[in-house]
């Protein structure tokens, strides 16, 4: 096993895979740019070593500068977190140049699973369904629009090197096509330094729901259950829950065997995650690979009593898989919510700044993954990421009624969080009973917007009646009593176009 692991990530994340390597007697190095170095991260790792300016692209992209860091500290590998470089074939090749582990898959299969078109042309040929859409990558519009007309409207445009919805486009009529084609290259090409695009059909309804996978080098793969994570906003994952509440046993058998056969067609190695939609039929369809430990890890550690980190860990030294023989099954459920400085009063707009004061909720069946304390100052240049909430219960609905009693006793003073979207989330019924899709945060944001609209209304309402009050007292006959509706409406549409300015 390794003496010393250099974490190249920042935040929660950071925190997460210090935390795995002091359970197992393994020094930590934490790297921080500029804007974090207090954070804590920094506070809690064995050692810690500045590299660079707190601009992503001159410290936590920068190759050379984690390279660097690595040899300053003799540190023997190097765990990439999520985001950043956690599935950079290029970061992968360089590693394995510098003979530094970097505990993930190989260059080889990140270059696999970093195409989109790669990796659904080889599912589709491991048997397994992929989503329709185009599997070449098409330049000309013209013919793209043709791929699209024989698919059918609503199609999604996606970002051959892209994921996790950046460059993603949906395009529910033709007279748009041609626009959103455009604007989806041009993010493409900012964001991957490649414009190629392909379209898929957009399943709506559908659920998203996505398999956790363990590879060791001799090849021995094992699934770790599901996780349902169709409440997202503009492609950033809200809430996440294991197990799916549409999968049984049977299903999750199923759905394994499928996850492990892509990781094996994809040759891959490490802890992965096989993105599923899951359409109005039942039908699943493989959407994408995640090369990574990804954020939602912990409700599945919760439900299947194991720690992910720690089994990187040793698959990256070598070790064997040596889980549970047979079938795999989840024990209760377990939900997370992603705490952002955001403030969903505001259409989610990001609001840092100084977190004045913290009371963190503790008890049975919870666990927070923090990436701040007291005092801490919440940057501007970075994901606005900064707790996951953890709540498991026996079953699914004392999950929700635990994560609703934590969200109550969380206090962060000083900035905006999403903590009351996840309250008001938890209480709506629709989701306790399991029943929404990937239209849910949009539906949750209207009816909440019909209800504010509803508010007002009653109060127009309340008004109105004062006023026919008012006018009785004053012997005035009121529109009811002098059958004059025509003029009431006026009046009433009156009184609410003033209450609107
Ligand atoms: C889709 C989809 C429906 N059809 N692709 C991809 C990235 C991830 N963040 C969301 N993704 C989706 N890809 C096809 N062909 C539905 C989703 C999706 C989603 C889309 C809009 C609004 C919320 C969503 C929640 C989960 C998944």
């Known amino acids: 096993m390794f003496k010393k692991i250099l974490i190249a990530n920042r935040g929660e994340i950071a925190v997460r895979i210090i935390r795995a390597c002091r359970e197992m007697g393994i020094r930590s190095v934490a790297v921080f740019s500029e804007a974090d170095r207090v954070s ?54 360089r590693l394995e140049q510098e003979k530094i582990t970097f505990i993930g898959p190989s260059s080889r299969a990140l270059r696999v699973t970093g195409d989109k078109l790669r990796a659904r042309k080889l599912m589709r040929k491991a048997g397994i369904a992929v989503i329709p859409g185009t599997d070449e990558p098409i330049r000309d519009e013209k013919k793209l629009l043709a791929e699209a007309r024989k698919i059918g409207f609503p199609v999604i445009l996606k970002a051959t090197a892209g994921g996790g919805g950046k460059g993603m486009r949906l395009v529910r009529r033709e007279k748009d096509f041609a626009g959103s ?33 363990l590879v060791d080098r001799t090849g021995q793969a094992r699934h770790l259950g599901e996780r349902e994570c169709s409440i997202q906003r503009r492609h950033q994952k809200l809430i996440e829950e294991s197990p799916s509440p549409v999968v049984d046993s049977a299903k999750r058998k199923e759905l394994g065997a499928l996850a492990i056969k892509a990781c094996k067609a994809a040759g891959y190695l490490g802890a992965g995650t096989v993105e599923f939609l899951r359409d ?8 994408e690979f995640n090369a990574r430990l990804q954020v939602e890890h912990p409700v599945t550690e919760m439900v299947m ?15 064997k898989l040596s889980l549970p023989a047979g079938e795999i099954h989840p024990r209760g459920a377990a939900i997370e919510c992603r705490i952002y400085a955001e403030d969903p009063g505001r259409d989610f707009s990001p609001c840092p700044g100084k977190i004045r004061s913290l009371h963190q909720p503790m008890g049975p069946g919870l666990r927070e993954d923090s990436g701040i304390y007291a005092g801490y100052e919440v940057p501007i ?28 006793e969380y206090r962060i003073l000083g900035i905006e969080t999403t903590l009351p979207f996840h309250r008001e989330v938890m209480e709506d019924e629709l989701f306790r009973q399991g029943k929404f899709d990937t ?53 009433y549409r009156r009184r609410q176009h003033q209450s609107r300015h």
């Not at 064995?46 to 040899?71: F, K, N, T």
């Not at 109005?280 to 959407?287: C, L, N, P, V």
């Not at 996951?388 to 699914?396: N, S, T, V, Y």
């Not at 309402?461 to 006959?477: F, M, N, S």
């Open 305 to 319: 009593g194991i720690d992910l980190v720690k089994w990187q860990f040793r698959i990256a030294a070598g070790e």
């Open 280 to 287: 109005s039929k039942g039908r699943f369809f493989f959407m």
């Open 181 to 213: 084609l455009r604007l989806a290259r041009s993010e493409s090409e900012s964001a991957f330094g490649d414009g190629s695009i392909y379209l898929e059909a957009f399943l709506e309804p559908a659920r998203h729901i996505e398999v956790q996978v």
């Open 40 to 93: 804590l991260p920094v506070r809690l790792a064995d050692e810690a070593i500045c590299i660079g300016p707190p601009p992503p692209d001159q410290s936590y992209l920068s190759v050379d500068a984690i390279v660097e860091a690595a040899r300053r500290t003799n540190s023997e590998a190097i765990h990439p977190g999520y985001g950043f470089l956690s599935e950079n074939a290029a970061f992968a090749r």
């Open 439 to 491: 239209g849910y945060v949009a539906d949750l944001l209207g009816r909440r917007s019909m209800r504010a609209n509803g508010a007002r209304s009653e109060e127009i309402a309340i008004a109105g009646a004062a006023i026919r009050d008012y006018e009785r007292r004053l012997g005035r006959p009121t529109w009811r009593e002098s059958g004059d509706r025509k003029a009431w409406k006026i009046a």
């Open 381 to 408: 240049h970075y994901d606005p990421l900064v707790t996951k909430l953890i709540a498991w219960g026996e079953d699914r609905l004392e999950a929700i009624s635990r994560m609703h009693r934590a969200l109550g």
